[in-house]
C-alpha cells in the first residue's frame, strides 16, 4: 500500500512540473532557445527521482515544447510570440436585422470523402484516438446483461442507465439533475432539432454565433428559421452586449450558443458570463440551447461550468453527445430540456419513438465502468498535444502576419491569413494537393470570414501532417499578392 501511495504522489509531482514548465512557456516567462535544468538539477530541486524528473521532460518533448540537443541538454523549443495575437472579432457587415437562412446555406461546406484526402477540415476524433476494444467490450457486456439481449424497444425517454450516468456526469459541469431531467437523441442534431421545433415555428428568428458551426445553417433551413449573427471573441465567447441591443430591435424566439470550446473560434465562455447570459434570457424569457458537446474537451484542470448549471427557471436547454469524444457513429446524445421536456418526449415520439437500444447500453456501461473517464482523460491529454504541435508547424510555415487562436479545449484552430487571401481558393488550390480544409465563408452568412480558415487537430500529428502544413503555408504564401 505504502509503493502505491509513492507512485501516486511520483505521478502528482511529475503531472506538476510539466503542467508548471508548460504554462510558463505559453506565457512567454520561458523563451524559445532557452536551456532548462539537467535531468539531475531538477531531480534534486524538486525533490523527485531521477526517473520522475526525466518523464516530465519526455512528456514536453512529445508535446513539441521543448527538445533534446545531443551531450548539451534540453531546451525550450515552442514559439508561441510568432502568433501573440489571436484572430480578429468582425461584428457582421449589415445593420441588425433578420437573415434568411436560404441566403447562407450555398456557402455550406461540403467534405470529400475520399480516402486519398487529408481531412484536415473534419473536427472530429481519428480512430487511433477511439478505444474500439474497451467500446466493443461493452457493447458485448451490456448486451450480455439484457434479458433481451438490447432486441426491444427503449423507454420513450431513453435508456435508463445511460440517462443516470448523464445525470451523474452532470456534478463536473455544475449540474444538479436526475435522470428523469434526461431525454436521450440519435446524436447532437437531433437534440438540436427537437429543441428548436419545441420552441420556434417557421418564420421566426434565432441568435446563432458569427462564426459558427456550418452544419447549424442546415438545420435552421430545414425548419425554416432565420438567423441573426452574433460576434464571437475568441476567447471570452459570445458578444453579450450586442445581444441584447438586438433583442431590443429583433423579436428573437431562441438563442442557440457554444458556451465551451465554439466551433470554428474555440472560445469558452468566463462563469461570470455564462450567469450574465443566463440572466438575460431568463428576464426576457427566451430560451437559450446550449450546444455542449465539446464541453468534455478541456486542456485545463477541470471541466468547465455549463449555462445550465445557472439555470434556475428551466429557460436553459443543454444538448450533448459522444460523437466529439469517443463514438461517432454510434449517434448517441442527449439533452436535459427543463422546462421544455414533455415538449421533446412529445417530439420524440412523433419522429423517433426509440433511440438505438444496443449503442445507449453500450455507452452507458462504458460510462458505469469507468472506461470513459480514463478515456477522456487520455483524449484530452493527446489533442493538448495535438493543438500545441499543429500550432507550432503553423508557426514555423504559415506567413509572419497570420493570426491564430488558443484554444483551451474542442478541436479546431480559427486562423486569420492576410486580407488578400480568399480562403475558398485557397481551399480549392488546397483540394489539389489533395489536402483538405474548411474556408471561413461557410462559417457565416456574409463576407467578413474570406481570409479566414479552420484546421482541425483531430488527427494525430505526424511527419505528413507537417508536411501538408507546409504545403499549405507556401500556397498562402503564393497567393499574397
Not at 471570452?236 to 452586449?241: A, E, F, K, L, R
Not at 443566463?278 to 424569457?285: A, S, W
Not at 461550468?305 to 427557471?313: A, G, N, P, Q
Request: charged share 20%.
Amino acid at each position: 500500500m505504502e509503493n502505491l501511495s509513492g507512485i501516486a504522489e511520483e505521478e502528482f509531482l511529475y503531472s506538476k512540473i510539466v503542467s508548471r514548465i508548460e504554462n510558463q512557456i505559453k506565457q512567454n516567462l520561458l523563451n524559445s532557445g532557452d536551456k532548462l535544468p539537467s535531468v539531475r538539477y531538477l531531480s534534486t530541486q524538486q525533490g523527485i527521482s531521477i526517473s520522475t524528473a526525466y518523464k516530465a521532460y519526455v512528456e514536453l518533448e512529445n508535446m513539441g515544447l521543448i527538445e533534446a540537443r545531443p551531450k548539451s541538454g534540453y531546451y525550450i523549443k515552442y514559439l508561441p510570440s510568432r502568433f501573440s495575437k489571436t484572430p480578429t472579432v468582425k461584428p457582421p457587415l449589415k445593420k441588425i436585422e433578420e437573415v434568411s437562412v436560404k441566403e447562407m446555406i450555398s456557402m455550406v461546406y461540403r467534405n470529400m470523402t475520399e480516402e486519398s484526402v487529408l481531412r484536415l477540415s473534419r473536427s472530429s476524433p481519428s480512430l487511433n484516438l477511439i478505444p474500439l476494444a474497451r467500446l466493443n467490450k461493452s457493447m458485448m457486456e451490456a448486451i450480455r446483461k439484457s434479458p433481451s439481449g438490447n432486441v426491444n424497444y427503449e423507454f420513450l425517454q431513453g435508456n435508463l442507465s445511460l440517462r443516470k450516468q448523464v445525470a451523474k456526469n452532470a456534478f463536473n459541469w455544475g449540474g444538479q439533475i436526475t435522470e428523469n431531467d434526461v431525454v436521450t437523441t440519435q446524436g447532437c442534431q437531433e437534440a438540436l432539432v427537437f429543441c428548436l421545433r419545441a420552441i420556434t415555428k417557421p418564420g421566426d428568428t434565432v441568435a446563432i454565433e458569427s462564426p459558427t458551426y456550418f452544419g447549424i445553417f442546415n438545420v435552421m433551413l430545414s425548419l425554416d428559421l432565420k438567423v441573426l449573427e452574433i460576434p464571437v471573441d475568441p476567447e471570452s465567447g459570445i458578444d453579450i452586449d450586442y445581444l441584447e441591443q438586438a433583442m431590443n430591435k429583433v423579436d428573437i424566439k431562441a438563442c442557440l450558443f457554444v458556451t465551451n470550446f465554439s466551433n470554428p473560434v474555440g472560445s469558452c465562455m468566463p462563469d461570470d458570463r455564462k450567469q450574465q447570459l443566463v440572466n438575460l434570457i431568463t428576464e426576457r424569457k427566451i430560451p437559450l440551447i446550449e450546444d455542449d458537446i465539446y464541453g468534455e474537451i478541456y486542456f485545463g484542470k477541470s471541466r468547465p461550468r455549463t449555462c445550465k448549471s445557472f439555470d434556475t427557471e428551466g429557460w436553459v436547454m443543454l444538448c450533448s453527445s459522444v460523437s466529439k469524444s469517443l463514438a461517432p457513429g454510434y449517434r448517441v446524445g442527449w439533452c436535459i430540456p427543463g422546462r421544455f421536456k414533455e415538449q421533446i418526449i412529445d417530439l420524440k415520439m412523433m419522429h423517433t419513438v426509440s433511440s438505438a437500444t444496443p449503442t445507449q447500453a453500450a455507452i452507458g456501461h462504458f460510462f458505469e465502468t469507468g472506461r470513459y473517464d480514463l478515456h477522456m482523460r487520455n483524449l484530452r491529454r493527446e489533442l493538448n498535444t495535438q493543438c500545441i504541435k499543429y500550432t507550432q508547424a503553423i508557426a514555423s510555415y504559415f506567413p509572419e502576419n497570420t493570426k491564430i487562436s488558443r484554444p483551451q479545449g474542442g478541436y479546431a484552430l480559427w486562423i486569420e491569413l492576410d486580407k488578400s487571401i480568399n480562403a475558398f481558393e485557397l481551399y480549392q488550390v488546397a483540394m489539389g494537393q489533395n489536402i483538405s480544409i474548411a474556408p471561413g465563408q461557410i462559417f457565416s452568412t456574409d463576407a467578413r470570414f474570406t481570409n479566414f480558415i479552420r484546421i482541425s487537430f483531430g488527427i494525430s500529428f505526424s511527419d505528413i501532417i507537417e508536411q501538408s502544413l507546409k504545403t499549405l503555408g507556401e500556397l498562402i504564401k503564393n497567393m499574397i499578392k
